[in-house]
């Protein structure tokens, strides 16, 4: 009873008692086996070799000689006997190996092996004789056990990589589950079919995952939480600015205000797209009209940016106030990190979707945080200098945007060369 509930509880215990349980088994095989080809009876003498005894095979047929004999004798020997005579021709097995025809070129007790069967030709007169000796076992038992033994083997291998396959499949379901974490899905569950280390494994992994999402679902409401607290008191910050006489603070404080509302603006957007996805009106719009509206935005900087040739005239189903907030969040983003060198703007239509890149000539982006940049509030400079950028809140907006109209998006960089951002998005042509 304690061995079964071990057993249940235990995987390596499992493994560990199918891998004995094959070893006997083959054990088993092997020594039946031997054991019935040792003690097999055969109708030869085993000290007398395959010669010795082949002499004495045309005297007992008789020469000339009958079929009948010729069968009989052959049965009696466990042996193959093919006969070519002036009269008649005789085969007491037909073979694809050998045949009345390889007498041709043969000389008196010649020897050889053809296929699996070791002959010897004898001559008598004008009486031909091949007289052959199967190199596998004789006997019809030995032969069927053996082939019995091989099909239970293969049968055998079946089985335990089934019985291994559903022990291990738990495995499968981890894998499965690991990804869709990693894509953002907490809804995922592994289903717990044991009690051993995987089925163990598989409940602590549920249990982690609700912490997870427990944990962002927190974070994302103390977020939102604060940025709706934080924008009664901004709109009196706002006001209150009016009665500063000293314009240079003015400016400087509602640059601040400025700062603090597109956080705050941002954080409610990604709000709105993760839980009022519904309500979000789609329309098709050319994505080249997008990007052009967009780059008219920038009027400081327009000699800045190159819309490069194109021939794609996509049209796809977009929001095109949010799709002009994911461009102009990442043409920005170019504009600031490549000091007065151009950005580059391009348009491609291959089957099946629409690919836009950005390029800079800017500082780049270590290959150590390229893959945190769609993290809200994630920043490559740790001392978070607004001389360096943001908030860290627009490449994870641009990410929601990208995914709330079923495209990708991905960045491409290399430190001190440059970076390129590539947005793409299903199209049908």
Do not use: W
């Amino acid at each position: 009873m304690e061995l079964k509930r071990k057993t249940r509880k235990s995987i390596f215990i499992k493994i560990a008692l199918l891998v004995m349980c094959v070893i006997i088994i083959i054990i088993i095989i092997i020594v039946g086996l031997g054991s019935l080809i040792l003690h097999h009876k055969s109708p030869l003498k085993p000290e007398k070799s395959f010669l010795q005894y082949v002499d004495r095979i045309p005297g007992e047929i008789g020469i000339p000689p009958e079929p009948g004999r010729i069968k009989q004798v052959a049965e009696d020997y466990g042996l193959i006997i093919l006969y070519k005579g002036p009269e008649f021709e005789y085969e007491t097995e037909r073979s694809y190996s050998l045949s009345t025809k390889l007498m041709i070129n043969l000389k008196d007790n010649d020897m050889g092996i053809k296929g699996r069967y070791l002959y010897v030709f004898r001559k008598i007169g004008v009486h031909q004789f091949i007289i052959a000796s199967s190199l596998f076992f004789r006997g019809g038992i030995v032969n069927f056990f053996l082939f019995i033994s091989i099909s239970f083997l293969i049968v055998l291998v079946l089985i335990v990589h089934q019985i291994i396959r559903k022990i291990l499949f738990p495995i499968k379901y981890l894998i499965t589950a690991v990804d869709k974490v990693k894509s953002g899905d907490f809804s995922f569950r592994v289903p717990v079919k044991s009690q051993d280390e995987l089925g163990r494994l598989s409940e602590s992994f549920n249990s982690m995952t609700d912490m997870i999402k427990k944990m962002i679902i927190a974070k994302e409401k103390l977020l939102l939480d604060v940025s709706h607290e934080l924008r009664s008191p901004l709109t009196r910050i706002k006001v209150n600015l009016e009665f500063i006489e000293n314009q240079k603070t003015k400016r400087s404080l509602q640059g601040d205000v400025l700062e603090m509302e597109k956080m705050i603006m941002e954080i409610l957007e990604t709000e709105k797209i993760d839980h009022d996805a519904g309500s979000i009106i789609f329309e098709e719009m050319s994505i080249s009209q997008i990007l052009s509206e967009v780059i008219a935005l920038f009027k400081d900087d327009r000699k800045r940016i190159t819309l490069l040739p194109h021939d794609c005239t996509a049209v796809i189903k977009m929001n095109g106030v949010r799709m002009k907030m994911l461009f102009r969040n990442i043409i920005e983003n170019a504009l600031s990190y490549s000091g007065d060198n151009p950005v580059s703007v391009e348009i491609r239509c291959v089957p099946h979707r629409v690919i836009i890149s950005v390029m800079d000539q800017g500082q780049g982006i270590p290959e150590q945080d390229l893959p945190f940049i769609f993290e809200p509030f994630y920043r490559a400079d740790v001392s978070r200098s607004r001389k360096t950028g943001g908030y860290g809140l627009g490449m994870y907006l641009c990410k929601k945007i990208a995914d709330l109209h079923h495209g990708e998006i991905k960045v491409q960089s290399i430190f001190g060369q440059g970076t390129t951002v590539i947005v793409s998005f299903p199209y049908e042509n």
